[in-house]
């Protein structure tokens, strides 16, 4: 009977404590990465948003200015399934720019921007900065969460 109480207690394996000492803590652990996900998912929206924003603001300056005796404008390429981007260009308009002073910036897949100004391009003249059509610029996550820029008819950009 000795014999067999020594042998057991060094048996090789986990115990039930251990076991549930181990899934305890990766329960905490996945419990404390959901909300860091959800962080990341606003943190890609706000920095998508004010980039975005940043963008159309220095269209706007630019023409205001006449940086380049030039209209300057953003045009927004929204293509599903690939990378958006938003284009900053100098000229009347995106199909007749001079894509030399081209300042283009893409977006993860997991963002995805639609807009309802017209042609997805909005110009804005030389030295009154009025834009050539307003509207609205959508950003939407995959994951969930959407943010909403405005371009108003006076040029005035707005960011709910």
Do not use: W
């Amino acid at each position: 009977m000795a014999l067999l109480k020594r042998n057991f207690f060094f048996c090789k394996g986990f115990t039930t404590v251990e076991l549930l000492l181990v899934l305890g803590i990766v329960v905490l652990l996945a419990a404390g990465a959901v909300p860091l996900m959800r962080l990341q998912t606003s943190s890609r929206l706000n920095d998508a948003s004010s980039e975005i924003v940043q963008l159309i603001r220095m269209a706007r300056v630019r023409a205001r200015s006449g940086l380049g005796d030039a209209d300057h404008g953003v045009f927004f390429n929204a293509n599903p399934g690939v990378s958006d981007t938003v284009i900053l260009y100098r000229g009347p308009s995106y199909a007749s720019r001079i894509s030399a002073f081209d300042r283009m910036v893409s977006f993860s897949d997991s963002l995805e921007i639609s807009t309802t100004i017209e042609m997805n391009d909005t110009n804005f003249s030389k030295g009154t900065g009025v834009p050539s059509s307003a509207g609205d610029v959508l950003i939407s996550h995959s994951v969930g969460g959407t943010r909403t820029i405005t371009v108003n008819e006076a040029g005035m950009v707005e960011e709910r």
